[in-house]
């Protein structure tokens, strides 16, 4: 992705209603709670002036950043990722945030240390706590402490209480699900038919539901080991065991999934597809 078409992009997206909407709200907050000394500093016409740049600012480098990071380096890991992102971010709007505090003076920029490495460091501040947020976000697995690796097994009757186990009961072997089951909601159960990416989200269809999950398609289709699937098309991953037909429609190729939908097929992948034989089950070529 060129960086214009990254720009245009962002300015699309800074209009679309969700994101106007958290938009206008981050603006009435800053307005509002005066953050950064901006209530005592700034009346209200310039902190109403001052937050909707800075706000407006932040959503299109964010997508920019995001988007230039995921062309160039796609195989980063999600920390890589944004340690990157953040410092990018503070060294692109720093500029902006110290242009509008020379036509609005702040307080808190106010003697002692230089503004500029002042206004870096309120930046990187801010910046820093939103990525530790989406990596929360992106991995809630990071809030829960993890059960030791081995350990005796105790067993618990109907009470609650701890059961006798004989000493030398035969130990059980439990196939773990795919890793991906770990990201989603507890309770959550059935099998996991197909993945689709969707901007910076890759929404899991299961039997009865659709989760969306904020993280990268190829990580999402790596957490699936263990399940007998493949890649359809380079934003689609499907099961095998869900697939119930092959539909060819205006020279493209569809796989009927058990819920009804069709997932698309590339044509990179129809020889893999005849090659695990399951064109051969539906009495379809390539």
Not at 2 to 23: D, E, Q
Not at 177 to 198: C, F, K, N, V, W
């Amino acid at each position: 992705m060129t960086l214009s078409k990254s720009v245009k992009r962002a300015v699309r997206r800074l209009i679309a209603p969700r994101v106007l909407s958290i938009w206008m709200l981050a603006v009435v907050a800053g307005v509002i709670m005066g953050p950064f000394d901006t209530y005592s500093s700034l009346v209200l016409c310039q902190r109403t002036l001052f937050w909707a740049v800075i706000s407006a600012t932040s959503v299109v480098l964010s997508t920019v950043i995001r988007d230039m990071r995921e062309h160039y380096l796609p195989n980063a890991s999600d920390s890589l990722g944004e340690v990157l992102h953040v410092a990018g971010f503070t060294v692109l709007l720093s500029p902006v945030v110290y242009m509008l505090s020379l036509f609005y003076p702040l307080e808190i920029l106010q003697g002692g240390t230089a503004p500029y490495v002042k206004v870096l460091g309120l930046v990187f501040m801010v910046a820093s706590l939103f990525s530790a947020l989406r990596l929360i976000t992106a991995h809630p697995e990071l809030l829960v402490a993890s059960a030791p690796a081995s350990g005796p097994a105790v067993a618990f009757d109907a009470f609650g209480m701890q059961a006798p186990t004989s000493e030398n009961a035969s130990e059980v072997a439990v196939e773990a699900p795919a890793r991906l089951y770990e990201r989603l909601p507890a309770g959550t159960t059935g099998m996991i038919l197909h993945l689709s990416a969707r901007d910076h989200f890759v929404d899991v269809e299961l039997a009865g539901a659709l989760i969306s999950l904020r993280m990268r398609f190829s990580d999402a289709v790596a957490e699936m080991d263990g399940v007998a699937g493949m890649i359809t098309h380079r934003s689609h991953w499907v099961a095998k065991e869900a697939i119930t037909g092959v539909l060819r429609e205006e020279g493209k190729m569809y796989l009927i999934l058990e819920t009804g939908r069709r997932v698309p097929v590339s044509r990179s992948a129809r020889t893999r597809l005849e090659d695990e034989g399951i064109l051969a089950r539906f009495n379809t070529s390539v």
